[in-house]
């Protein structure tokens, strides 16, 4: 029974080793091509390194200016996870506990915004930070980020809220708590998978925007690491080795909160998905 069971699985497992090669084998090879010179990686691209070309790293490293890339990515993807999770939490309970006039036309409304691409705004958005004095300002990043990425926020927090058990709701009220007591000290603890979820999508995608700060940032004070990565590229095209080196530098970060993060968002959208 259990030989049968593994064959029957053993088509999932293969798929599975396949997508792990095809993720892994690129990454790989950027990590190895940053430890070669430019010279060695055009005549041995695939191989190892003949000799470690550590200085690829350790200058990078040794580098201000990427350290301020990586600041003000994360001061830039903190401010908007806070921002985001703080006013959708509230939307999402206010649409799963209170039953109003328009409740489900309104929440429609919200969930259009996941079909509204953010190319068609980037002229009106521009203008509209300009004529905010938010140009060069991580603000004019964290608000249009937060406001873009308030409609999956909201979608996931109110299948979460809704399926609250409403004698809690009801207990807490007959020992005198307030409506945003109950959310403050019952709802949102109970829903800390999905904060947990929430807060992950939200740092990953703004440490991996590129054209919202390329559109609000005009001076390199506050520039991020993605748009470090195009900048550092055009610097040194001729030294492909230097660039790998740099993209391999630019992920560290990312994959090493990922990594972290990986078992509470999984497991926050695998909740969510047994929620009606």
């Given at each position: 029974?259990?030989?049968?069971?593994?064959?029957?699985?053993?088509?999932?497992?293969?798929?599975?080793v396949?997508?792990?090669?095809?993720?892994?084998?690129?990454?790989?090879?950027?990590?190895?091509?940053?430890?070669?010179?430019?010279?060695?990686?055009?005549?041995?691209?695939?191989?190892?390194?003949?000799?470690?070309?550590?200085?690829?790293?350790?200058?990078?490293?040794?580098?201000?200016?990427?350290?301020?890339?990586?600041?003000?990515?994360?001061?830039?993807?903190?401010?908007?996870?806070?921002?985001?999770?703080?006013?959708?939490?509230?939307?999402?309970?206010?649409?799963?506990?209170?039953?109003?006039?328009?409740?489900?036309?309104?929440?429609?409304?919200?969930?259009?915004?996941?079909?509204?691409?953010?190319?068609?705004?980037?002229?009106?958005?521009?203008?509209?930070?300009?004529?905010?004095?938010?140009?060069?300002?991580?603000?004019?990043?964290?608000?249009?980020?937060?406001?873009?990425?308030?409609?999956?926020?909201?979608?996931?927090?109110?299948?979460?809220?809704?399926e609250?058990?409403?004698?809690?709701e009801?207990?807490?009220?007959?020992?005198?708590?307030?409506?945003?007591?109950?959310?403050?000290?019952?709802?949102?603890p109970?829903?800390?998978?999905?904060?947990?979820?929430?807060?992950?999508?939200?740092?990953?995608?703004?440490?991996?925007?590129?054209?919202?700060?390329?559109?609000?940032?005009?001076?390199?004070?506050?520039?991020?690491?993605?748009?470090?990565?195009?900048q550092?590229?055009?610097?040194?095209?001729?030294?492909?080795?230097?660039?790998?080196?740099?993209?391999?530098?630019?992920?560290?970060?990312?994959?090493?909160?990922?990594?972290?993060?990986e078992?509470?968002?999984?497991?926050?959208l695998?909740?969510?998905?047994?929620?009606?």
């Amino acid at each position: 029974m259990r030989t049968s069971s593994g064959r029957r699985h053993l088509p999932l497992h293969a798929i599975l080793v396949v997508v792990g090669a095809v993720m892994a084998v690129p990454l790989l090879y950027a990590v190895l091509s940053g430890f070669k010179s430019t010279d060695e990686l055009s005549r041995n691209p695939v191989g190892l390194p003949d000799s470690w070309v550590t200085s690829n790293y350790t200058d990078i490293l040794g580098s201000g200016a990427f350290w301020r890339l990586v600041g003000n990515s994360t001061l830039i993807a903190v401010g908007t996870t806070v921002l985001v999770v703080a006013v959708a939490a509230l939307s999402a309970f206010s649409f799963a506990r209170f039953a109003f006039r328009g409740r489900e036309v309104l929440f429609t409304l919200f969930t259009m915004g996941l079909m509204f691409p953010f190319a068609v705004a980037a002229l009106p958005l521009f203008l509209l930070l300009r004529s905010m004095g938010l140009l060069d300002n991580p603000l004019g990043v964290i608000l249009p980020q937060a406001a873009f990425g308030l409609p999956m926020t909201i979608i996931i927090l109110r299948g979460f809220f809704r399926e609250i058990p409403g004698e809690l709701e009801e207990a807490a009220t007959l020992d005198g708590c307030s409506s945003f007591g109950f959310f403050w000290r019952v709802l949102l603890p109970m829903a800390r998978p999905a904060l947990g979820t929430v807060s992950v999508l939200a740092v990953v995608t703004s440490w991996n925007n590129f054209f919202l700060p390329l559109l609000v940032f005009t001076e390199d004070t506050w520039w991020t690491i993605p748009i470090g990565v195009q900048q550092f590229q055009g610097q040194y095209s001729a030294q492909y080795a230097r660039v790998f080196a740099y993209l391999v530098l630019a992920m560290v970060p990312a994959l090493a909160f990922y990594s972290v993060a990986e078992r509470q968002l999984v497991g926050g959208l695998t909740a969510g998905a047994t929620k009606g």
